[in-house]
């Protein structure tokens, strides 16, 4: 496949065409099949998404006019949606009024290198400022004993698997810009540690569990055994990156444990958003997301180790996700569907679903098969 021609001609189009709101500014993008807007709220984590999306879209794939253009109507909208401690909400009307004000950290993340990879776009210096504005509010929530790790309820406070990995992929965003890159460095240190020493990895039962109690605290049942393969993929492809960049080859075989630690049965084509848990241990139908970041993964894999049963991986499960998810009358992917390949929700947006999993994957994709390693993509 061109993943070059499938990201430009299919996936940022259909953004560009249906979500960009022009009016309002920042991105709409509760969609149906079509493109029709279903509802104007906005998770503000999808105005950081979309603009990383579309800055790295014009530094490593093509200087496309309209991309910036769509990236300064996402920059603009954190003027309305801003809170006055310069924090963000999750959720905002369409005006930016906030609608849903949540604990964790993820809005301010993606703002953060959303804005960053804007900035080496533009080089203006007020995008700069939100950048490291948006970094250091995050930075804070992180350090701080009270909020490094949103609790799931007052009663079980723990430590959070998705926000270790997500950590690190902000240190690699921000530092590849070339601006105070010693402090960025030094968070991607400070997120594998936690990965590698947090309690997450239990080598005795080959796996890695998403929420680790702390100060006593006890987690009752799904949680306590909350796995989220999802993460796991984007955690050990995040690491693979990090090897790659430093030539180490201690990172690069703790991004192959982790990876190692998710490998689904043999008689599955795709990956499940879970493997047991709290949203629905029953729902055995597959979401978009997950197929991404296991192809980026087991493809990384095979780049660095040239072991074929990642290929192997790879291939089949590449094979299920386009043939099942991808829209070929309308672009863009499904949302949903059955093991068997029978789409479930044919949305292509939702309040979790943006241009940023699918558009991600592509330009790992583009930078392995077009220069033979992931430094493009980190470029």
Same mark, same amino acid.
């Given at each position: 496949?061109?993943?070059?021609?499938?990201?430009?001609?299919?996936?940022?189009?259909?953004?560009?065409?249906?979500?960009?709101?022009?009016?309002?500014?920042?991105?709409?993008?509760?969609? @149906?099949?079509?493109?029709?807007?279903?509802?104007?709220?906005?998770?503000?984590?999808?105005?950081?998404?979309?603009?990383?999306?579309?800055?790295?879209?014009?530094?490593?794939?093509?200087?496309?006019?309209?991309?910036?253009?769509?990236?300064? $109507?996402?920059?603009?909208?954190?003027?309305?949606? $801003?809170?006055?401690?310069?924090?963000?909400?999750?959720? #905002?009307?369409?005006?930016? $009024?906030?609608?849903?004000?949540?604990?964790?950290?993820?809005?301010?993340?993606?703002?953060?290198?959303? #804005?960053?990879?804007?900035?080496?776009?533009?080089?203006?210096?007020?995008?700069?400022?939100?950048?490291?504005?948006?970094?250091?509010?995050?930075?804070?929530?992180?350090?701080?004993?009270?909020?490094?790790?949103?609790?799931?309820?007052?009663?079980?406070?723990?430590?959070?698997?998705?926000?270790?990995?997500?950590?690190?992929?902000?240190?690699?965003?921000?530092?590849?810009?070339?601006?105070?890159?010693?402090?960025?460095? =030094?968070? =991607?240190?400070?997120?594998?540690?936690?990965?590698?020493?947090?309690?997450?990895?239990?080598?005795?039962?080959?796996?890695?569990?998403?929420?680790?109690?702390?100060?006593?605290?006890?987690?009752?049942?799904?949680?306590?055994?909350?796995?989220?393969?999802?993460?796991?993929?984007?955690?050990?492809?995040?690491?693979?990156?990090?090897?790659?960049?430093?030539?180490?080859?201690?990172?690069? =075989?703790?991004?192959?444990?982790?990876?190692?630690?998710?490998?689904? @049965?043999?008689?599955?084509?795709?990956?499940?958003?879970?493997?047991?848990?709290?949203?629905?241990?029953?729902?055995?139908?597959?979401?978009?997301?997950?197929?991404?970041?296991?192809?980026?993964?087991?493809?990384?894999?095979?780049?660095?180790?040239? @072991?074929?049963?990642?290929?192997?991986?790879?291939?089949?499960?590449?094979?299920?996700?386009?043939?099942?998810?991808? @829209?070929?009358?309308?672009?863009?992917?499904?949302?949903?569907?059955?093991?068997?390949?029978?789409?479930?929700?044919?949305?292509?947006?939702?309040?979790?679903?943006?241009?940023?999993?699918?558009?991600?994957?592509?330009?790992?994709?583009?930078?392995?098969?077009? $220069?033979?390693?992931?430094?493009?993509?980190?470029?």
């Amino acid at each position: 496949m061109d993943y070059r021609k499938y990201l430009t001609e299919e996936i940022l189009p259909f953004w560009l065409k249906y979500g960009i709101d022009e009016e309002c500014g920042g991105i709409l993008h509760q969609l @149906d099949r079509a493109g029709n807007v279903y509802s104007t709220d906005k998770n503000v984590w999808f105005i950081g998404r979309a603009l990383w999306t579309f800055s790295v879209a014009y530094n490593t794939v093509e200087k496309n006019p309209e991309y910036l253009k769509a990236c300064e $109507t996402l920059f603009r909208f954190y003027d309305k949606c $801003t809170l006055p401690n310069g924090r963000l909400p999750y959720l #905002c009307a369409r005006d930016g $009024t906030p609608v849903e004000i949540r604990d964790y950290y993820y809005s301010e993340a993606f703002a953060a290198i959303g #804005c960053m990879q804007y900035y080496r776009a533009c080089k203006r210096p007020e995008v700069l400022k939100r950048a490291e504005g948006y970094f250091d509010v995050l930075y804070s929530l992180y350090k701080n004993p009270e909020t490094k790790s949103p609790e799931l309820n007052s009663d079980n406070p723990c430590n959070v698997f998705g926000l270790e990995m997500i950590m690190l992929s902000v240190a690699q965003f921000m530092r590849n810009a070339g601006i105070n890159t010693e402090k960025y460095d =030094a968070l =991607a240190k400070e997120a594998i540690y936690n990965i590698q020493n947090g309690g997450y990895v239990k080598d005795d039962l080959r796996t890695v569990r998403e929420y680790i109690p702390i100060d006593g605290a006890v987690l009752s049942e799904p949680v306590a055994e909350y796995i989220c393969p999802g993460h796991l993929y984007e955690a050990a492809w995040f690491v693979f990156c990090e090897g790659e960049l430093k030539n180490d080859n201690e990172i690069r =075989a703790f991004g192959r444990k982790l990876l190692d630690y998710a490998i689904p @049965d043999a008689d599955k084509d795709s990956i499940s958003v879970i493997r047991t848990g709290r949203l629905n241990p029953a729902n055995e139908d597959y979401i978009w997301w997950p197929q991404c970041e296991a192809i980026i993964a087991y493809r990384l894999a095979y780049n660095i180790f040239g @072991d074929n049963e990642y290929k192997k991986l790879a291939d089949r499960i590449e094979a299920f996700a386009f043939s099942h998810f991808a @829209d070929t009358e309308h672009g863009e992917w499904f949302e949903e569907c059955t093991q068997t390949g029978e789409v479930v929700s044919t949305n292509k947006g939702t309040v979790l679903k943006g241009p940023f999993h699918l558009p991600r994957m592509l330009f790992v994709l583009i930078s392995l098969t077009e $220069t033979g390693s992931i430094l493009k993509y980190l470029s």
